[in-house]
């Protein structure tokens, strides 16, 4: 722009009172084109052998536009706007016949067929000396618009992802899921447009930004937005349709349609409860040349799972079943006895045993003894990881397992088994029970315990026979005897005594036998006698006293002299 305004300044000191006869002028060309395209005019100068500077102004209307400037020989064209054009000429030495610049106008698109002017105007010539050219002319240009409005073609409109694509929303816990297809368009030819609209989806889904109404302009603004979708998801996977409207012009409407699947909401994963039968801790015999189930639920054997969700986090992992031998050293170490894990049928089945949420239940432990000649105490361990995505083993679970036939421990019994007792208050011992024991080996003891609870009014003494109450082969029974001191005459007192068995080899019985005792009142004391008091004897009274006793003598002695 400062060009130009140099340039118009130079030329001014020579447009100021001139007056000499001399012709000049500028020259608009023509062209055509349809709507929507752009064409170029050509600006030329014709001289007259004495004009050294010229000035004009071109102008166009819509639907023309000029876009664009191509400068040629002296002249200078400037575009002051899309619909004006300014040109300045200047020479030391009369300008010649040339061209000035070609112009690139463009047709809007949908513009009516017909012809639009280019016009020059306000065209100036100056000669040396200052004098202005007698004449200086302005030929018009014309741009001739063919085929009219209409016409072309329309953008292309791309889907990501295409249509007929499956949309599967994303999984997750109960609530809302969104997703979305993105819009655009591209190419095209004026005066072409497509529009995207009447976006709707089934039962289920929601188009959050509707109402879709997008429209794409071939030479113009284009589509680059999104359909947003959203579903709500619940307790069964939900299946539906979007339907949008695609309509080119030039062109026919055509559907374009989505499948969509919001998922099953997802539930947190809790892992199966895993238990055992016998329980973990549990002492088990297994006879010579036998075997024996120890059962896994989860937690019910053998119904299917409980827990909640799905992959490792819902799944109860036993990782693997070790056996010890817990005896005495011995040279080789005893193995006779093998636990693997077995499915509900009792096949044998590889480690690890997994027990999913909601599925069947994956099996059992089966322990198998050799033939032995000995007892031979084992763990057994079982490594549980609960759940199964946990890094490391979270529990270990033992029972202890006598392989072989070993020791029996027959039976032990208390006569009464329980019950209500009276003692003497102060008195005799009274037994309370009496246990024996059945059945019982060589080498096997069972070892009773008594003891006193919730002692009230009174103290209560209890012994047993043999002491202590050790039972064996050779001593089968013994007894229970309690004694009791009350000191209360009105109310009785009570106690409470428990008698326990601890056998002295795995698997014996345990005997637990309970006895309310009671203790009775005191007797209360006689009443007391009433004395009447006697007075003490003077002189004269022990004179008479002995007087009376003497006349008692002689009445005797008289008695027996007649007798």
């Known amino acids: 722009m400062k060009m130009v305004r140099c340039a118009l300044a130079a030329a001014g000191l020579f447009l100021i009172g001139t007056s000499a006869a001399h012709a000049a002028g500028f020259t608009a060309g023509t062209a055509s084109g349809n709507a929507g395209t752009s064409v170029s005019i050509p600006v030329t100068f014709t001289g007259d052998g004495a004009t050294i500077a010229a000035q004009a102004q071109i102008n166009v209307a819509a639907p023309l536009t000029i876009t664009g400037i191509t400068n040629n020989g002296s002249g200078y064209c400037a575009l002051n706007s899309g619909t004006n054009v300014g040109i300045v000429m200047f020479a030391f030495a009369p300008l010649a016949n040339q061209p000035v610049c070609d112009l690139t106008i463009a047709i809007a698109g949908g513009a009516a067929a017909g012809n639009y002017p280019v016009d020059i105007s306000g065209q100036l010539c100056s000669v040396s000396g200052g004098g202005a050219a007698p004449t200086c002319t302005a030929t018009d240009g014309t741009v001739t618009v063919t085929g009219g409005g209409g016409g072309g073609t329309a953008p292309t409109v791309t889907y990501t992802p295409n249509p007929g694509t499956t949309i599967n929303f994303p999984a997750g816990a109960a609530g809302n899921a969104t997703s979305s297809i993105t819009v655009t368009s591209a190419g095209g030819t004026a005066p072409g447009t497509v529009t995207v609209n009447n976006c709707t989806a089934t039962a289920g889904f929601t188009v959050t930004n509707a109402p879709i109404n997008l429209t794409g302009t071939a030479g113009g603004a284009q589509i680059n937005s999104s359909i947003n979708l959203q579903c709500t998801r619940g307790g069964a996977v939900q299946n539906g349709t979007l339907t949008c409207t695609e309509t080119p012009t ?12 919001c998922p099953q909401a997802t539930v947190a994963n809790t892992p199966p409860t895993i238990t055992y039968t016998p329980a973990a801790g549990s002492n088990i015999n ?10 896994v639920g989860c937690p019910t054997d053998p119904n299917a799972c409980n827990g909640s969700g799905s992959g490792l986090d819902a799944t109860s992992r036993l990782v693997s079943i070790t056996t010890t031998y817990a005896g005495p050293p011995f040279s080789p170490t005893p193995n006779d006895l093998s636990c693997t894990f077995v499915n509900e049928a009792g096949t044998t089945v590889a480690a690890p045993l997994d027990f999913v949420a909601g599925q069947a ?25 609960i759940p199964a995505s946990a890094g490391a083993n979270t529990a270990t679970r033992t029972f202890n397992v006598t392989c072989g036939a070993g020791l029996t421990c027959g039976s032990i019994t208390a006569t009464p088994a329980g019950g209500n007792v009276a003692l003497n208050n102060g008195g005799a011992a009274v037994q309370v029970s009496s246990i024996a024991v059945a059945g019982i080996p060589a080498g096997v003891t069972q070892t009773v315990n008594c003891a006193l609870s919730a002692i009230n009014g009174a103290t209560f ?8 109450m050790v039972l064996s082969s050779t001593t089968t029974s013994g007894t229970v005897n309690a004694t009791c001191n009350n000191a209360s005459t009105t109310t009785a007192g009570t106690a409470t005594l428990t008698c326990t068995s601890v056998g002295s080899a795995p698997g014996c019985p345990a005997l637990t036998a309970t006895y309310n005792l009671s203790c009775p009142p005191g007797q209360a004391p006689p009443p007391p006698v009433e004395l009447v008091p006697v007075p003490a004897l003077g002189e004269q009274g022990r004179i008479l006293l002995a007087a009376l006793m003497l006349a008692l003598g002689l009445v005797v002695v008289g008695f027996r002299l007649r007798g």
């Open 461 to 468: 003494n209890v012994t047993t026979t043999p002491t202590p």
């Open 361 to 385: 239940d994956s099996g059992d432990i089966r322990c198998a003894c050799a033939q032995v000649f000995t007892a031979e105490p084992y763990t057994v361990t079982v490594a549980e990881r």
């Open 250 to 261: 030039p062109g026919a409407a055509v559907n374009r349609q989505w499948p969509l699947v």
């Open 286 to 295: 297994i006879p010579s040349n036998s075997a024996t189930t120890i059962q």
